[in-house]
T-cell receptor, first 113, second 112 residues
Framework: RKEVEQDPGPFNVPEGATVAFNCTYS??????FFWYRQDCRKEPKLLMS???SGNEDGRFTAQLNRASQYISLLIRDSKLSDSATYLC??????????????FGKGTKLSVKP | NAGVTQTPKFQVLKTGQSMTLQCAQD?????MYWYRQDPGMGLRLIYY???????DKGEVPNGYNVSRLNKREFSLRLESAAPSQTSVYFC???????????FGQGTRLTVV
């Protein structure tokens, strides 16, 4: 089983739609969680961190379910500019002061007019 | 404040040639990383450096070496390039192991 799994999509949605992405992780020792956004032929950029209590940033809501080991991202009122690949990221702790960011393969979103 | 700077942006190598990808960050981050990204494979960790003076293997280290020259710089070396190393390479840094990472713009490497 992969460490971090995402539905690859693509998700094709009309402008204004609400879309949800899910991500599951296999290592219960995972410490931190993030959603990144990657535009075509660009570097990944942090979209938002994911906290246990859930968090919201404008049209974006992230949630974490540690018991079920999954993370979600909800995008409301989709814009054309939201078209990108969304990467789920989990930080694994190796001990001492070492850990690593493990990336899912990403979910591609295409928002159409 | 440039963030993470990678050079070169593009490179074509012949099989067997060597090269070094350079990466520098100006955010005083402790941790630095090298990833490769291939279609359908996502981002895979090649090597990382948790702090100045330390380096460790990631998921796909074979065929690569790294040097954490100082706190700012983390280079990736291909000693004898192979076509399987054709990829997009990203350098990243983070303040610590459990904080968000910031990425460079990537190096598109083709080995022919």
């Amino acid at each position: 089983r992969k460490e971090v799994e995402q539905d690859p999509g693509p998700f094709n949605v009309p402008e204004g739609a609400t879309v949800a992405f899910n991500c599951t992780y296999s290592n219960s020792a995972s410490q931190s969680f993030f959603w990144y956004r990657q535009d075509c032929r660009k570097e990944p950029k942090l979209l938002m961190s994911v906290y246990s209590s859930g968090n919201e940033d404008g049209r974006f809501t992230a949630q974490l379910n540690r018991a079920s080991q999954y993370i979600s991202l909800l995008i409301r009122d989709s814009k054309l500019s939201d078209s990108a690949t969304y990467l789920c990221v989990v930080v694994l702790y190796y001990g001492g002061s070492q850990g690593n960011l493990i990336f899912g393969k990403g979910t591609k979103l295409s928002v159409k007019p | 404040n440039a963030g993470v700077t990678q050079t070169p942006k593009f490179q074509v190598l012949k099989t067997g040639q060597s090269m070094t990808l350079q990466c520098a960050q100006d955010m005083n981050h402790n941790s630095m990383y090298w990833y490769r990204q291939d279609p359908g494979m996502g981002l895979r960790l090649i090597y990382y450096s948790a702090s100045e003076g330390t380096t460790d293997k990631g998921e796909v280290p074979n065929g690569y070496n790294v040097s954490r020259l100082n706190k700012r710089e983390f280079s990736l070396r291909l000693e004898s390039a192979a076509p399987s190393q054709t990829s997009v390479y990203f350098c990243a840094s983070s303040e610590n192991w459990n904080t968000e990472a910031f990425f460079g713009q990537g190096t598109r490497l083709t080995v022919v």
